[in-house]
Structure formats: structure tokens, C-alpha cells
């Protein structure tokens, strides 16, 4: 296997429940499992750089992106939008998409999830993702530590 030297994910389904929560005056919460922030520095120690795609807009994922020290953050890309992304990181790195590791859950993750070296997904994530070739299906669901689970897995922990 190729050594993995971009570690990619999704927000909801992934580092989250895929829940949204509203609260009676219309703020959105999102819930995200200290198990995956940790994943954040393994990576980082490990030095694998790191970043989050996602479809949504929040200010929630930039505090979160922030808190976990991503290298990169990209939202509302859509319609092809985080393979696209994916491939401008690669093409400033230096590297392939077959040294990028990427867990996504949904129908929206798949074209990113097909080009990567390293496509994983949650326990919990749609059938037309589960059903890729050489996708590492995790035991741990969206927002449970699943990001950890896969960061343990590349790292050999």
C-alpha cells in the first residue's frame, strides 16, 4: 500500500450523526466525538496532513476544523466540488490521489471516495458507498469515533 500523506473526511454522516439539531430560536448544533479530534494529532505526529470537505456552509466545521488543527477546510463544495478540492491539495503537495486517505458516508463522497488510495466509510454510511470496491467499511458509526477508527487502522495502531 501506498504510504498515505493527505488524510481527508466528511462532516455529517462522518465526524458527525448526520443529526441536525435546531434549537427553539433557530441555531443548528452539531454533536462531534472527542475520539476523532484526537485522530486530528495522531496524523499530525505522524505528519500526515489533514483537512475536511464538506457540502454544508457553518461556522460550526470552521470552529471544529480550527479546534482539531486541520491543515485544510473547504465547504459547500457540491456537484463534483471535493474531488476537485482534493485534487488542487494533491497538486499543491506534490503527491497522488493514491497517497489520500478519505472516509465519506453518502452519495455526495462518492467520485472523492472512487479516486483515493484509501477510501474508507462508518458503519452507518449509505449502501452505493458501501458497495465500492476496496472501500474499508469501518465497525464504528458516524459521530461514534469512526474518523479515530480509520486513523488507528492507517497508522497500525
Known amino acids: 500500500m501506498t504510504a498515505i500523506k493527505?488524510?481527508?473526511?466528511?462532516?455529517?454522516?462522518?465526524l458527525t450523526d448526520g443529526s441536525m439539531y435546531y434549537t427553539?430560536?433557530?441555531d443548528e448544533i452539531k454533536r462531534f466525538h472527542t475520539y476523532d479530534g484526537m485522530a486530528f494529532e495522531?496524523?499530525?505526529?505522524?505528519g500526515i496532513k489533514t483537512g475536511i470537505v464538506t457540502s454544508e456552509n457553518t461556522?460550526?466545521?470552521?470552529?471544529?476544523?480550527?479546534?482539531v488543527k486541520a491543515d485544510y477546510l473547504f465547504q459547500g463544495k457540491r456537484?463534483?466540488?471535493?474531488?476537485?478540492v482534493a485534487e488542487q491539495i494533491c497538486k499543491e503537495m506534490g503527491i497522488t490521489m493514491a497517497e489520500v486517505a478519505y472516509i465519506g458516508?453518502?452519495?455526495?463522497?462518492?467520485?472523492?471516495?472512487k479516486a483515493v488510495g484509501l477510501p474508507a466509510?462508518?458503519?452507518?454510511?449509505?449502501?452505493?458507498?458501501?458497495?465500492?470496491?476496496?472501500?474499508?467499511?469501518?465497525?464504528?458509526?458516524?459521530?461514534?469515533g469512526a474518523v479515530r477508527e480509520f486513523v488507528e487502522r492507517i497508522l497500525g495502531q
Open 79 to 84: 456537484d463534483g466540488g471535493k474531488l476537485a
Open 6 to 14: 493527505l488524510f481527508l473526511t466528511d462532516v455529517d454522516g462522518v
Open 121 to 144: 466509510c462508518p458503519a452507518n454510511a449509505r449502501a452505493a458507498v458501501k458497495n465500492i470496491p476496496n472501500i474499508m467499511l469501518l465497525e464504528t458509526k458516524g459521530g461514534e
Open 105 to 113: 458516508d453518502d452519495i455526495n463522497c462518492l467520485d472523492l471516495l
Open 42 to 46: 495522531l496524523l499530525r505526529n505522524a
Open 24 to 26: 427553539e430560536s433557530g
Open 59 to 67: 461556522q460550526i466545521v470552521a470552529r471544529r476544523a480550527a479546534k
